[in-house]
């Protein structure tokens, strides 16, 4: 996995024109300038369509923010590997019992800079949670958390709150939830509430 992250912690002038293209061409707006620290784990939310990922990911692009995001190990077989890879993507084995959260805290802890997008909700279908491994890979990694969203009412993208997990899980869901409660998804009737699934039913 690690192989896949030791790239450019830049963002090219090439990428960044893509993502300027894509979001011109679908009438999307960027709000606001993207987060400081040179390492956190970016939260996509919510996820309700396939238009969210090429969306969020050219709105992160724009902002020159080099993103790492995972995809499954099938999608970096084909033709379009190297285009995934370039745009950040990392494949995993769901099939195997490794211990993602781990792997991924230590590629953060190990880089000097390093972003991590994850979307916790994990299906672009109704839920009733959230999976909570954004949670403990930013605790493991001892970095903060960005919240990115996508605004389909208003038609822009950016980044919200950036802040440390206290290990209060309460008061820090509760946080995330007071943002993303004014962001309207695409398909608002799947949106889920914003609640941590236990690591050891996931």
Do not use: C
Not at 107 to 124: C, H, K, Y
Not at 141 to 167: C, H, I, S, T, W
Not at 175 to 184: A, D, H, K, L, N
């Amino acid at each position: 996995m690690s192989d896949y992250a030791n790239g450019s912690p830049r963002v090219s002038p090439i990428q960044k024109l893509a993502g300027w293209l894509f979001l011109a061409l679908a009438g999307w707006k960027i709000v606001g300038e993207a987060p400081t620290p040179p390492k956190y784990v970016a939260v996509f939310a919510p996820h309700t369509s396939n238009w969210d990922f090429p969306l969020m990911l050219s709105v992160v692009l724009v902002l020159g923010v080099r993103i790492h995001w995972f995809g499954k190990q099938e999608l970096f077989q084909g033709p379009f590997k190297g285009l995934f890879v370039w745009l950040g993507g990392i494949p995993i084995d769901r099939g195997t019992s490794q211990n993602t959260v781990k792997q991924v805290a230590t590629i953060i802890a190990t880089n000097d800079q390093m972003v991590i997008g994850l979307s916790p909700e994990g299906t672009r279908s109704y839920r009733e949670y959230w999976k909570s491994g954004f949670y403990h890979i930013a605790q493991q990694a001892k970095v903060p958390v960005a919240l990115a969203y996508l605004d389909y009412e208003r038609k822009v993208g950016g980044f919200g709150p950036v802040f440390d997990l206290n290990g209060d899980i309460e008061k820090d869901i509760n946080q995330i939830r007071e943002f993303y409660g004014s962001v309207t998804a695409k398909f608002p009737h799947k949106v889920g509430p914003v609640a941590l699934k236990p690591m050891l039913e996931e």
